[in-house]
């Protein structure tokens, strides 16, 4: 693996102020039963590595969505690099997406009808990106992530743990201020998971921040500075073992 990465640490907002604010926030979906989110408030420093645990049914999914701008609290606010995420239209919430969120997921979420490269290409084309400059960029994740031997095959032909390398790509593609995963080895065998693990790390060395939602209690440990417990719906642990790496890669 190269010792650059091709993520971009510098925070569109100084260190100070927190890339997530979350501020009370509530997400109730009807019914019966609790409020899958209930008053959380959550802030998140550029550069840090926060993981999030919890039972099944606590609330960490919900809480990733909510930051993708991919749901809406029923009440609170959730500000991101900025911008504030719970009341963008449908149209802002995907450009939000494009620019400030790579998000990888349990199951990788590929398109298996595209090559490798386009699926990494995707992202860039949405947000525009020239062409030529899209392509240099996909080739130098997919080599920075070991997997450049892959461009031109489809996903379905790749193990779990290239598939997410993949998917890590793509959600790094236009460079997002965030990267949020949930579960991301959650499909992985022991050693294909280690990867992922070693590779959030890295990325997190190198300055870029994440959000990481795991049941895998070493991965919540080994990637992050911090984690957060949740129990349903409500944060009932944070603890930071030590400070969020200061990045020091040079940048492509
Ligand atoms: N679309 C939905 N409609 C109704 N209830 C929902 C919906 N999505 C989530 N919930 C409920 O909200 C609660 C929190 O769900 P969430 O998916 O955030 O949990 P989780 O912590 O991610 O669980 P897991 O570890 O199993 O992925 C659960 O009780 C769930 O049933
Ligand atoms: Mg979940």
Not at 147 to 158: E, F, K, N, V
């Given at each position: 693996m190269a010792t650059t990465t091709p993520t971009d640490p510098t925070p569109a907002v100084p260190p100070t102020t927190p890339i997530i604010d979350i501020h009370e926030v509530s997400r109730a979906y009807g019914g019966e039963g609790p409020p899958a989110l209930d008053g959380v408030s959550l802030r998140v420093r550029a550069g840090e590595a926060v993981s999030v645990i919890g039972p099944s049914g606590s609330g960490k999914s919900t809480l990733l969505n909510l930051i993708a701008g991919l749901d809406r609290p029923t009440s609170g606010g959730v500000t991101v690099d900025g911008v504030r995420v719970d009341t963008l239209s449908e149209a802002g919430s995907a450009r939000y997406r494009r620019a400030k969120v790579g998000m990888v997921f349990q199951f990788f979420n590929l398109l298996d009808d595209l090559t490798v490269a386009d699926n990494v290409l995707l992202p860039a084309q949405l947000a525009g990106m020239a062409k030529a400059e899209a392509r240099r960029r996909a080739a130098s994740l997919l080599e920075y992530l070991g997997?450049?031997?892959?461009?031109?095959?489809?996903?379905?032909?790749?193990s779990g743990g290239e598939r997410q390398r993949v998917a890590v790509a793509r959600a790094l593609m236009n460079r997002p201020p965030l990267l949020l995963a949930d579960e991301p080895t959650g499909a992985l065998d022991t050693a294909s998971g280690e990867d992922v693990r070693e590779l959030l790390t890295e990325l997190n060395a190198d300055g870029q921040t994440i959000v990481l939602v795991t049941h895998d209690l070493g991965l919540a440990e080994s990637c992050a500075q911090r984690t957060v417990e949740l129990v349903d719906g409500r944060i009932v642990r944070d603890v930071v073992r030590a400070a969020a790496p200061r990045a020091t890669a040079v940048r492509r």
């Open positions: 997997i450049d031997r892959h461009s031109a095959a489809y996903p379905g032909r790749l």
